[in-house]
């Protein structure tokens, strides 16, 4: 089911991922089912605490900060998705950028992702945005499928 | 009555898609061994084969971590709430040096 952003969401998601840059930054993206796709209702941009985070539960490398690694505070989680649900929507994607790398996910992405979430990756070269592409897990959570994704008009 | 458990979007699919479900337990622990008693998928998604809680699921009790009150020893009453929140982070490879001024990665 392919992933339908409006433009003006597109521009918070770039916007934001340029302002984090040459961090990553993230976020989550609410919104529904429609004309056979997922419609983005809304981009929630989140701060990335993988520095701050008490109880972080990811294996940290020497060389890992916030310029390789998100991590998104549970708080922010049941912030973002208590506020979807009472639009009558919900949490359909999880959105980080990659600085200076290419949008596809690593081998941390794809060992830590949950199934049935799309992820989406913008590509920020030298501050720029560049590619972005939406990602899900296959059934056997053995690797990326790419997720067709369309940039859309905003709604009327 | 019961202990209200908040089933987020990721794991809605182990719930036959219901956002919350409503089950009695006087702990942490009760409450999600009969969530685990009727959603047997569930279970794998949130328990190690020990029984223990997985290290990338967060549970909180009316908005505090329940590892900053009595983790799964937690007592709950009727009209409580749970929040199943997963942890979700990501990441690009990363290189030597990875928190040098200019980042390298090819």
């Known amino acids: 089911m392919p992933l339908n952003i409006p433009r003006s969401q597109y521009e918070k998601i770039a916007q934001h ?4 840059y040459p961090r990553e930054g993230q976020g989550l993206l609410i ?19 993988w520095e701050s985070y008490e109880d972080n539960p990811y294996e940290t490398r020497p060389q890992d900060s ?12 049941i912030r973002v998705d208590r506020e979807a649900r009472s639009r009558g929507l919900d949490i359909i994607c ?17 060992r830590h992702a949950h199934p049935f979430l799309i992820y989406a990756i913008l590509a920020v070269a030298n501050g720029e ?4 592409t939406a990602w899900q897990l296959n059934e056997d959570m053995s690797q990326f499928l790419i997720v067709e994704l369309n940039i859309v008009e905003d709604p009327a | ?3 209200k458990i908040i089933i987020p979007t990721p794991l809605r699919q182990y719930t036959a898609k219901n956002d919350t479900v409503i089950v009695e337990g006087a702990t942490v622990e009760e ?13 794998k998604q949130l328990f190690t084969e020990e029984g223990k809680l ?6 909180y009790k009316n908005d505090e971590d329940i590892r900053y009150l009595s983790k799964e020893q937690t007592p709950v009453k009727d009209n409580d709430v749970l929040s199943i929140v997963p942890s979700i982070a990501g990441g690009r490879p990363s290189v030597a040096g990875g928190a040098s001024p200019v980042p390298a990665c090819r």
């Open chain 1, 17 to 20: 991922a340029i302002a984090a």
């Open chain 1, 31 to 49: 919104g529904k089912e429609s004309d056979g796709g997922m419609l983005v209702a809304d981009f929630a941009p989140m701060p990335n605490v």
């Open chain 1, 66 to 77: 916030a310029r390789n690694r998100t991590l998104m505070d549970p708080q922010d989680f």
């Open chain 1, 94 to 110: 999880y959105f980080h950028s990659h600085p200076d790398h290419p949008a596809r996910p690593s081998e941390f992405d794809r």
């Open chain 1, 129 to 132: 945005p560049r590619e972005l």
């Open chain 2, 1 to 3: 009555m019961g202990v």
């Open chain 2, 31 to 43: 409450a999600f061994k009969n969530l685990a008693a009727q959603y047997g998928d569930l279970r």
């Open chain 2, 54 to 59: 997985r290290s990338f699921v967060n549970i």
